[in-house]
Each structure stands twice: as C-alpha cells, then as structure tokens.
C-alpha cells in the first residue's frame, strides 16, 4: 500500500522562469507542453496563473487558474446558497491540474486541488467569486466528483465536461481544523 505525500512534505510556489521544468511528465501530452512552452507566457500576458509543487527537489505538480462565469441555469438548485438573483455567477477556473505520472495516486493532485480552492477563497475575500469550474478530461471526472465537485449534466457527453464547487458550500462542510490544515 503506498502511503499518501503530507502537506508538510511538499512546497508550492507561484511559477517564474527560474523553475526547470523539463523533466515534469504526466500521462497527458497537452499538459506537458503547456507547462513547458506555453504557462509563463500566459502568466506574463496575465491569462492565467500556474503554481507548481516540488516534492524532495523535484517538480511533481502544477496547477493553473484562470477566471471564469458559470451560468445559473447550469448549476444544480439544493442548497440555502442556491437562491439567485443574477443570471451568471462568477468563478475561479481550474484551468490546468496535472500530477507527474510517477506521483501519482499519492495524494498531490489532493493538495493541489486543496490549494487551489484556498486561493478561491482568499480571492472571494477581495472580489465577488461563487464558484469554481473546471473543465475536466473523462479520466479525471471522478477525481473531481470525489471531491465534491457538481458535473453539469448537459456538458457530460463533451469531450471535457463541465464540473463546479460552490465555495460557501465546501466551506461550510470542512472542520475548521481541515480548512487551516489544507487551504494554506
Ligand atoms: C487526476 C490527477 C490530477 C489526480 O492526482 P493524484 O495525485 O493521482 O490523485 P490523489 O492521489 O490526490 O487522489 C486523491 C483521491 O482521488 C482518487 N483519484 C485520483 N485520480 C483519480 C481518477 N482519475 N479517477 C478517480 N479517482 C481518482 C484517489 O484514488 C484518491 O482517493 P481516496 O481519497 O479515496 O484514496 C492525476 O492523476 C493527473 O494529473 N492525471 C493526468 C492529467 C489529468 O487528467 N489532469 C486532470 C485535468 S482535468
């Protein structure tokens, strides 16, 4: 049985050229290359923002956001928060979340993804932000529903669906001992 890589054991840093990625691999070529080739640009040009993850030295995981709108008529009506006002809802999109194949199943895209929804967070304290989105690939779907993420039902046949967290609704269902532990 593999034992699951800590928090304390991993560090994450915004990404800057001065971090070699050449050696990251994951099973997903478009990911490769976009942190390779494409994630500083994008980052410089202020599209999107990447954060990779080294575990003893070595670069294992990144992910990117990027700002996004989930329209109300997509989001699934059963919580108190679910009562609308507005049409479109903003959102913070998990727009790249990659875990290098010799890691994997080891708890990092966990941390990433947990790092990921603490930004969110932090963002919602300054600017309004509901939501966040990815737009998943088949294979990681369940990843992300095991997480609590809402699949909207109409993108399910798309080659990558849609998929939500409602932010106060995760919030609110985390211990507070969890949340410091996770989200920092
Ligand atoms: C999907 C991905 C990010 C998961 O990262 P990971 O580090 O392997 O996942 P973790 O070890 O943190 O897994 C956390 C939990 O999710 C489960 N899980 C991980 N990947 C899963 C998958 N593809 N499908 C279903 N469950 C999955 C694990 O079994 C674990 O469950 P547990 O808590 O019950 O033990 C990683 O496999 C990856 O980068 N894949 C290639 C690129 C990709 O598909 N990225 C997603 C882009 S949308």
Redesign the pocket.
Known sequence: MSV?ISRDDVTIFPLSAKHNRASFN???HD?NDFLKNDALENQEQMVSRTYVCFYEKQLV?FYTLTTDIIEVKHIEQTHRWDEYKHKKYPAIKLA????DSR?????????LLFAAVGIALDVSNYVGCRYIT?D??Q??I??YE?HGFIIVEKTRTKNEPTLYLNIPTTVERMQPAESLDMLD
């Not at 790249?96 to 875990?99: A, P």
């Not at 890691?103 to 941390?111: A, D, H, P, S």
Request: with cysteine; glycine share 12%; hydrophobic share 35%.
């Open positions: 699951n994951c099973t997903n990911l995981g790249r979340l990659s875990v890691f994997e199943r080891k708890g990092i895209g966990r941390l990815v998943a690939k294979e990681a369940e990843f095991k």
